[in-house]
């Protein structure tokens, strides 16, 4: 299996089933380290986390910003998803509340899979899975009470 980019001279690959197993190969020839942890493959990118799995005929690609802050952000973390979501196509952002009453943020990238993917497309969405992503959290800076002094 190879995950490089082609030339226009080679033969167009063929779309084959996606599994975890492609997912982590096509991470680590980006040169990417993961782990598999039976129905996921996670890793860290800048920091961040990411999680990749097979939901039906899909690939997602959550990422979380790791912070939890107290629920008195929420309002604010509503504010920055809504803003990232009007005016970007993906990921989506969301906000959610956890069990212990603080509040996080995560990404969700939904790759359709119906007729496979070719290791080309499937490094290419999962860079931009990725790329967005991390984009996202960037952007939100660094979170209340971690700012340096």
């Known amino acids: 299996m190879t995950f490089t980019r082609r030339r226009p001279e080679d033969p167009p690959e063929t779309a084959t089933e996606v599994t975890l197993e492609r997912v982590a190969a096509a991470l680590a020839s980006r040169g990417y380290t993961t782990r598999t942890h039976g129905d996921r493959v996670t890793g860290r990118w800048d920091g961040y986390h990411f999680a990749f799995t097979l939901e039906g005929e899909s690939l997602v690609v959550e990422g979380s910003w790791g912070p939890e802050l107290d629920e008195i952000h929420l309002p604010g973390m509503v504010m920055a998803t809504n803003d990232w979501n009007r005016d970007h196509l993906w990921p989506v952002c969301f ?21 496979g993917l070719s290791n080309e497309q499937l490094v290419a969405n999962l860079d931009m899975a990725l790329r967005s992503g991390v984009g996202f959290f960037s952007a939100l800076g660094t979170p209340p009470g971690e700012e340096e002094s």
């Open 95 to 115: 906000t959610r509340r956890t069990p212990e009453g603080r509040a996080t943020i995560g990404t969700r990238f939904v790759v359709p899979l119906a007729g």
